[in-house]
Every structure is written in structure tokens, then in C-alpha cells.
């Protein structure tokens, strides 16, 4: 039997929900592990994520940080050079430089000290003021996502959680008709819009909800976090089966 991937999100998400929501979600993965590849799509980077890694019972197969632009696999959670390649060639070496000779003329935004990655990292908190920036940083040649009412990130331009997914998906010979995510946050949208299947858990924000009209591989779960996971989850692992 091939397996079934599950790439999800971590905060609010496979981390959310009641203490029995996720005891239940991680005992049910526990049981079903060999059946399972297990991969956490995180706007955290890898050293962020630490406390995570130490403290859950399950330790993934594969990571996509930093919001989509670091990927890391197998036990050491290595770089994987395939993808490295790919997402080296994403990120120019003066695109730092560039983005953040924009960013001057934008004091609102709180620059985050220690970021991960490829890409840059602010704080947000007067929406029309991190628009403006973003207007101003687009033709640059990134992306700009603003998430969580207050995460303000520049990407590289086709690169986020969703894409790297899929590059991840290919590049490692697993099969997207068995692949399930799972988020809460705008910075999840990318992951539903690959078309693969999905679950929306019941705590997820607002705006979120409104992106996700139309979208029919998307599960909007009436569960919260970790509960809503393992409902998708279950009814997708066994439906596929079959």
C-alpha cells in the first residue's frame, strides 16, 4: 500500500486545538506510522521549530520552513540539494540588499532580527501602511504575504509553502493524489491553492475563509486545530485505501 502524505502547518494547526485533540491526532499517526509521511509546512524556520521537534512524540519525515523557502529532510533534518538548487536560484544574491533599501522608507514595519531562509521578515500593525510597502516591494520582483494580522514576509517570487510542496512532492517521487494539508493562516493559502486536498481547521482566520471560496478540495473543518486534522485525516487515509 503507498503511503499517505500529510503536510501541515504547525502553529494553530498539528499544534492547535485541545490537549485531547492533539493526544488523539498524534496517538492515531503513532499507530498508523508506517503508513504515514509526515511533513511540517511552517512559516517557523528550523531553529524556531526546535522546542516543537523536541517535545512532540512524532518527529517528521521532511520540513519546508521558513515559510516555503528552506526545505530539510530525513532524521537530521539535512538540506536536500535538489531543492536547495531550486530555491538558491528563487533568491538572488543582493535580493537582501534591494528589499531592504525599500523597507528604509517604511519604518512602520518592525524588521525581524533573526530570520532564516530565504526571505525577510517584518511585523505589521496598521494593514494600509504594510500595503503601501508591499506595492513598493513588488516590482522589485518578490512576493509579499501578509498573515496573522501582523506577519509581514517577502518571498521569492513563486515561492511559499505550496510550491515548495509540490517541488518537494516531485522531487521525492511522492504522489500528490495521496497528499492531504492542512492550515489555518493566509500563509497556508498556498498549500490549498495546489489543488491538492485539504482541511481548513475551525480556527482558522477570517480572511482565510474568504480566500477559500470555490475551492472544493478544501475541507473547512467545524474542528479546531489538531481535531480538525485528524478528522481530514482519517476519512482521506482510509478513503484512499480503498
Request: charged fraction near 20%.
Given at each position: 500500500m503507498r503511503k499517505t502524505i500529510l503536510a501541515t502547518d504547525l502553529d494553530g494547526t498539528f499544534l492547535g486545538g485541545s490537549d485531547a485533540q492533539r493526544a488523539a491526532l498524534?496517538?492515531?499517526?503513532?499507530?498508523?506510522?508506517e503508513e504515514i509521511v509526515l511533513i511540517y509546512?511552517?512559516?517557523?524556520?528550523?531553529?524556531?521549530?526546535q522546542d516543537v521537534l523536541d517535545d512532540l512524540p512524532l518527529q517528521p519525515d521532511h520540513i519546508i520552513a521558513?515559510?516555503?523557502?528552506?526545505?530539510?529532510?530525513?532524521p537530521q533534518y539535512l538540506p536536500h540539494a535538489g531543492m536547495e538548487a531550486w530555491l538558491d536560484q528563487a533568491w538572488a544574491s543582493d535580493a537582501r540588499e534591494r528589499i531592504h533599501a525599500v523597507l528604509r522608507e517604511h519604518a512602520h514595519l518592525q524588521v525581524q532580527p533573526t530570520v532564516?531562509?530565504?526571505?525577510?521578515?517584518?511585523?505589521?500593525?496598521?494593514?494600509?501602511?504594510?500595503?503601501?510597502?508591499?506595492?513598493?516591494?513588488?516590482?522589485?520582483?518578490f512576493d509579499v504575504l501578509l498573515s496573522a494580522d501582523i506577519y509581514f514576509d517577502v518571498l521569492p517570487r513563486g515561492v511559499q509553502k505550496g510550491p515548495t510542496l509540490l517541488r518537494t512532492l516531485q522531487a521525492l517521487n511522492l504522489p500528490p493524489e495521496r497528499t492531504l494539508v492542512a492550515g489555518d493562516t493566509l500563509n497556508d493559502l498556498s498549500l490549498f491553492q495546489t489543488g491538492l486536498a485539504g482541511v481548513a481547521v475551525a480556527n482558522r482566520e477570517p480572511l482565510l475563509t474568504q480566500a477559500l471560496s470555490g475551492m472544493a478540495?478544501?475541507?473547512?473543518?467545524?474542528?479546531?486545530?489538531?481535531?480538525?486534522?485528524?478528522?481530514?485525516?482519517?476519512?482521506?487515509?482510509?478513503?484512499e485505501k480503498k
Open positions: 498524534y496517538d492515531w499517526i503513532g499507530a498508523h506510522r509546512a511552517s512559516g517557523r524556520s528550523l531553529t524556531a521549530m521558513d515559510v516555503g523557502t528552506s526545505f530539510y529532510s530525513g532564516e531562509g530565504r526571505r525577510i521578515s517584518c511585523f505589521y500593525s496598521d494593514e494600509s501602511l504594510a500595503l503601501a510597502a508591499r506595492d513598493a516591494i513588488l516590482p522589485l520582483g478540495n478544501v475541507h473547512q473543518s467545524a474542528l479546531e486545530g489538531a481535531g480538525g486534522v485528524l478528522e481530514a485525516l482519517q476519512r482521506f487515509h482510509e478513503g
